[in-house]
């Protein structure tokens, strides 16, 4: 009614074989499904590695049910008849949470087609540390990382350093950007 599309899936098994992570959105369980149990389900996602935004709608209000959907990463736990504006708010606090991380994983792909001397650049770059300085630590002309700064960015499609340095701070700790001097 109020613009989301929806896919509706008669089993929970179905719904796990049929997932897509690339696809935009969040899924809404409820605790008892078809045979099952939501939070089966969500576990399920969680054990497959599926970083899906959950919300659970329920008609029952348990709190081990509560507790244990929010330590396995849940949005919301909403009790039946949730308000239309609770369950609103928490569609778009987890399409939200989607799109980053749809974001991040674009980036991630991104970073993947950078040489090994972009990534040790790129890393640098987006601590602060100046061409100059970069071209030092790395035994290279400065003529070097101007290049392969200029690669790594447009490989990664930004436009400037702050946009540089946005687009990788959820990959900070990741070992593809890691500094090897």
């Known amino acids: 009614a109020?613009?989301?599309?929806?896919?509706?899936?008669?089993t929970p098994q179905r719904f796990i074989d049929e997932h897509d992570p690339a696809v935009h959105g969040c899924t809404l369980l409820d605790l008892s499904v078809a045979g099952s149990n939501g939070l089966d389900v969500q576990q399920e996602l969680v054990r497959r590695g599926i970083d899906r935004p959950v919300i659970f709608l329920t008609g029952s209000d348990s709190a081990t049910a509560t507790v244990?959907?929010?330590k396995a990463g849940a949005i919301d736990f909403l009790v039946k008849p949730a308000k239309e504006s609770e369950l609103l708010s928490a569609i778009r606090t987890a399409a939200k949470r989607d799109s980053e991380?749809?974001?991040?994983?674009?980036?991630?792909k991104r970073v993947d087609t950078l040489t090994p001397r972009e990534r040790q650049v790129l890393?640098?770059?987006?601590?602060?540390?100046?061409n100059k300085n970069i071209a030092a630590a790395l035994g290279v002309r400065e003529k070097s990382v101007e290049v392969n700064r200029s690669r790594a960015m447009k490989k990664l499609g930004a436009k400037n350093v702050s946009?540089?340095?946005r687009m990788t701070s959820k990959l900070a700790a990741d070992p593809r950007l890691?500094?090897?001097?």
């Open 2 to 10: 109020v613009g989301y599309e929806t896919r509706a899936y008669t």
């Open 68 to 70: 244990e959907a929010f």
């Open 101 to 108: 991380r749809l974001h991040t994983c674009a980036v991630a």
């Open 123 to 130: 890393a640098l770059v987006v601590r602060g540390v100046s």
């Open 163 to 165: 946009e540089l340095v």
């Open 178 to 181: 890691s500094v090897t001097v």
